[in-house]
């Protein structure tokens, strides 16, 4: 029997290296649960998804990915979502050091 993926998207953190990744970067281990919000107001992106580890802004989802996860968010259906970190790779560049996964 076919059964349908969870999946709906992977990503690297864009901006990792100018938020507070850095203050956290032992603590994210594979399957670290990580939390997405929407930035409406943001003056440079108004789709933009921010990624947050507890209090700690990681980055934003990339911008040519955030578009349906920023409706899902913005219309209140955010809670179907599932964010973790999925990669980790401590010698590459910050800005792909880390990968999440996003499942429904």
Known sequence: MYERSRHLMDCHIAGFNYYDGLDVIEELKL?????LKSEPENLYDQEAVA????KAKLGYIPQAK??????????????ILEARVNYNNPQAHAESQFRIVIKL
């Open 66 to 79: 955030n578009r349906t996860l920023s409706n899902l968010i913005y219309f209140g259906h955010g809670d």
């Open 31 to 35: 399957g670290t649960t990580i939390t």
């Open 51 to 54: 990624i947050y580890y507890g």
